[in-house]
């Protein structure tokens, strides 16, 4: 059975930064594709940033490029989101998933992922 821990959301101003980390478990975590997408009020869901299963390619979505930073951890199951300059607009649920490439979790196609999370909210004050 597969089981997906996301930690690290909160409330926070804007220009102010937030580490959001997952553990991923009941799958051979080093074979997939890992990242996060979220939905914010009123939006449709999107892709914010994924990592391969070597790390060899890592893609962000435009919005958040240059401030924040994706990460995994093999050996630890683990991948992390920095995310820093924070604005009102990456106010959101965010979920950790995943899927057999980057792809999927940019496209955050729910029917071609492995697995996701329950989410962990992130809002940001202006």
């Known amino acids: 059975q597969v089981k997906v821990a996301e930690s690290g959301g909160g409330l926070v101003q804007a220009g102010g930064s937030v580490r959001l980390s997952c553990t991923i478990f009941g799958l051979l975590f080093d074979d997939y594709a890992v990242g996060w997408f979220r939905q914010g009020p009123g939006k449709e869901r999107e892709g914010v940033a994924c990592i391969e299963s070597d790390g060899s390619f890592i893609e962000y979505t435009d919005s958040v490029k240059g401030r924040f930073t994706i990460s995994r951890d093999n050996a630890k199951n683990t991948l992390s989101l920095q995310m820093d300059s924070l604005k009102p607009e990456d106010t959101a649920q965010y979920y950790c998933?995943?899927?057999?490439?980057?792809?999927?979790?940019?496209?955050?196609?729910?029917?071609?992922?492995?697995?996701w999370g329950q989410g962990t909210l992130v809002t940001v004050s202006s």
């Open positions: 998933a995943a899927g057999p490439i980057c792809t999927t979790i940019a496209a955050a196609d729910t029917d071609r992922l492995d697995a």
